[in-house]
């Protein structure tokens, strides 16, 4: 089914009973109609809080530069932290041996090796595992949190074999990726500032998280080194540059989101004394703190302040993938409350926080049978809801009114670092080619979110820039980008 979402009138003048509704009694008409009628305003007026029209887009992108601006004035100068990465140089493609990467995000905890093969070889060979993290250590202590990360890491270590090869003496070197916001205090420390993404873990706000790590290691007797922590985005935007130097700028669009880009040294008011041989240092800007010029709604103030840290990441909340199925169930609620979306009665399931995920709001989403046959299954399945075609109509406007909005201000955030960039070196950014690498399960698995974000950066740029715009998805770059990092920090001399 093509969905009509940007006209905001008459929404529901294309909403036609099917013919098999045609004959159906008086009072199964009466019920239909009536769900339209009660539910067509309050989605009317979701339509019009959630709109992102040019001017708003704008308006975000251009708080989105000011608040960069501000940020690297001095610490605590803005929402967004724009804290130095220490990551100064880039990968070259030169980077050879057997290097690990670990990365914790928000849903899923991944290790990974690779054989690196210098300029000629490249990436030889890669193995990877992945497995979700357990619900309980999301609210657990600090060690069982980080033994968990550690013995999956010594099992993984103990299956090396084949093309995998450690010179002879040398320790086992990984690059940490980390996708919490980060107080980094040199390539291979830093300290925690906050858990973010539903994560209550006790114990780790304040500490290295480098040195947690390195006594659960020690308590899974792993001898094996953190040569370089990074979070995501820094380690997607140097994975994104050993295949391709137009790679200035990387977005992490999953659980949760980051973007972080290279910025020159001497455009850092608040680093003095900072050393830098290329003049250059990767910035990450923990932009989901970003809150400027938002266009939210009572379901976004309903949901922040029943957060684990209200107040805080509305820019997260607002597009990233771990929220904005729960927002979507927000609206459906107050519909099944006010306007008696699925009958008389609410679903109980539906009071329940967070039981509508971003997956299954894409998969409705998705549906483009007349009778709406997934958008039914899904929302019994999930939600133990009982729909007519009519509500489901509404759910599948809800979704992408939520999912527009949310992709259209991601768009208008990675414009807004753009437009800083180039007004810092004309011509550097909109003048040639720029690659935008992008990556994480959301922006990855979800084509609406993808066509939205382009769009909204395309209407910000016009069509001449956004020619010179590439926006390109680099799967798994982080695991790579990692482990390529921990190669250039490695304590052993390069064999290159
Ligand atoms: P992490 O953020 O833990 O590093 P990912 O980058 O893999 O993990 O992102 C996982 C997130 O991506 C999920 O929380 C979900 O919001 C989103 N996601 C995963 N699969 C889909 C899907 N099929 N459709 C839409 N969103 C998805
Ligand atoms: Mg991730």
């Keep these: 089914m093509s969905v009509n979402v940007t006209s905001t009138s008459p929404v529901f003048g294309s909403f036609r009973l099917p013919p098999s509704v045609k004959g159906a009694p008086r009072f199964r008409m009466a019920v239909r109609s009536n769900v339209v009628s009660v539910n067509a305003p309050i989605l009317t ?34 929402d967004l932290k724009m804290i130095l990465s220490y990551v100064d140089s880039l990968p070259t493609g030169n980077e050879r041996g057997l290097f690990y990467a670990l990365d914790l995000g928000g849903t899923n905890f991944r290790v990974l090796r690779v054989q690196l093969g210098g300029n000629e070889e490249r990436v030889q060979a890669t193995e990877f595992e992945q497995v979700s993290i357990p619900q309980e250590l ?58 973010t993404k539903g994560f209550a873990v006790s114990g780790t706000a304040g500490k290295d998280v480098v040195a947690c790590l390195n006594e659960a ?47 020159r040294v001497d455009a850092i008011p608040k680093l003095q004394g900072h050393k830098s041989s290329s003049g250059k240092t990767i910035i990450n800007t923990e932009w989901g703190a970003f809150s400027k010029g938002l266009p939210l709604t009572m379901f976004d103030r309903d949901m922040d302040a029943a957060s684990i840290n ?21 609206v459906l609620l107050k519909m099944a409350e006010a306007g008696g979306l ?41 939600a133990g809801v009982e729909s007519n075609l009519n509500a489901r109509k509404i759910v599948t406007e809800v979704c992408d009114t939520i999912v527009k909005r949310g992709s259209r201000l991601a768009g208008a955030g990675i414009v807004g670092i753009l437009q800083k ?61 990692a482990a390529l990092l921990a190669s250039a920090n490695s304590k052993y001399d390069h064999d290159y």
């Design 217 to 263: 290691m020690q308590r899974q007797r792993l001898d094996m080194r953190v040569s370089a922590l990074v979070n995501d985005a820094v380690a997607t935007l140097a994975g994104a540059r050993y295949w391709d130097d137009d790679v200035t700028l990387a977005v992490i669009l999953g659980t949760g989101t980051n973007a972080c880009y290279v910025e």
């Design 45 to 78: 007026k979701l339509q019009q809080e959630c709109a992102t029209p040019l001017p708003v887009l704008r308006h975000v992108a251009g708080a989105m530069t000011a608040d960069m601006r501000a940020g690297l004035a001095v610490d605590g100068g803005s």
């Design 138 to 195: 999301m609210f657990g202590t600090s060690e069982e949190l980080f033994d968990f990360i550690a013995s999956g890491l010594a099992k993984f270590a103990e299956k090396e074999g084949g093309i995998f090869h450690l010179p002879h003496g040398r320790q086992r070197e990984t690059g940490f990726t980390f996708s919490f916001p980060v107080k980094q205090t040199s390539i291979d420390s830093g300290i925690l500032i906050k858990w």
């Design 310 to 330: 209200p107040g805080e990441q509305i820019f997260e909340k607002t597009i990233s993938g771990m929220y904005l199925g729960e927002i979507v169930r927000r």
């Design 342 to 382: 699925f009958g008389k009665a609410v679903p109980e399931k539906l009071s329940m926080p967070f039981v509508l995920r971003t997956p299954d709001i894409c998969a409705m989403q998705q549906d483009d049978s007349e009778d709406l046959q997934a958008v039914e299954s899904i929302l019994y399945d999930v």
């Design 421 to 481: 960039m180039e007004e810092d070196s004309k011509g550097v950014i909109f003048g040639k080619r720029t690659v935008v690498a992008m990556d994480g399960g959301l922006y990855e698995n979800y084509p609406h979110y993808r066509t939205y974000l382009q769009e909204a950066v395309n209407e910000l740029l016009g069509t001449e820039i956004s020619k010179n715009i590439v926006i390109e998805h680099t799967k798994d770059g982080s695991g790579i980008g």
